[in-house]
């Protein structure tokens, strides 16, 4: 059975960074893209990042491009999402999703970050 | 970037009733459309991929259809448990934007 677990959500100042991680199970990991979804309380879905299974391609938002950064060790089955200059609407519950054809097939239960002083 | 545009944003149905949900890309991005289904404190769940292809084991009473800019989400006869928020997605070149969402409620 497929598993995605994030953790490392918690409370930031803003300006502050914070990592987040993606626990896979259940899947061939190496074969497949993994990305990021958050959604601000109340608000909709906002696509974030997506990395290729070997890592060799990676996409984000425009409006995360210079402060996140996601990676990979297929090793230890985990995507990872930098982020740095943390702001207010930031504020979100962040989840990992495994591409399957054409779509974000599985999803993670979420991580919820707050970025408040 | 390609946005993408839902309507209407909130509709009201009843048990039973046909639904249609439109969703509109800002460029043309073939059939790389998927549709997915939330409910309140839940992770998102997909329904229907490549525009028209039903996930496995959804309900054949969830159909899309569409291309190019244009598609639509469809539900024969709504069930309790179809009151949800749904998003359409577009899954084209290097970016993997949403739909604002479309929530279905009780009428």
């Known amino acids: 059975e497929v598993h995605l677990v994030e953790s490392g959500g918690g409370l930031v100042k803003p300006g502050g960074s914070l990592r987040l991680s993606c626990a896979a199970s259940?899947?061939?990991?190496?074969?497949?893209?993994i990305n990021w979804v958050r959604q601000a309380p109340g608000k909709g879905l906002e696509w974030v990042s997506s990395?290729?299974?070997?890592?060799?391609?990676?996409y984000y938002a425009d409006s995360m491009k210079g402060r996140f950064t996601i990676s990979r060790d297929n090793a230890r089955n985990s995507v990872y999402l930098q982020m740095h200059s943390l702001r207010a609407e930031d504020t979100a519950v962040y989840y990992c999703?495994?591409?399957?054809?054409?779509?974000?097939?599985?999803w993670g239960q979420g991580t919820l970050v707050t970025v408040s002083s | 970037d390609i946005q993408m545009t839902q309507s209407p944003s909130t509709l009201s149905a009843s048990v039973g009733d046909r639904v249609t949900i439109t969703c509109r890309a800002s460029q043309s991005i073939s059939s790389w459309l998927a549709w997915y289904q939330q409910k309140p404190g839940k992770a998102p769940k997909l329904l229907i991929y490549?525009?028209?292809t039903l996930e496995t084991g959804v309900p054949s009473r969830f159909s899309g259809s569409g291309s190019g800019t244009e598609f639509t989400l469809t539900i024969s006869s709504l069930q309790a448990d179809d009151f949800a928020t749904y998003y359409c997605?577009?899954?084209?070149?290097?970016?993997?934007?949403f739909g604002q969402g479309t929530k279905v409620e009780i009428k």
């Open positions: 999703a495994k591409s399957g054809d054409y779509a974000f097939d599985y």
């Open positions: 997605q577009q899954y084209n070149r290097d970016s993997r934007a």
């Open positions: 490549k525009a028209s």
């Open positions: 990395i290729t299974s070997s890592g060799s391609y990676i």
């Open positions: 259940g899947f061939s990991f190496n074969s497949y893209s």
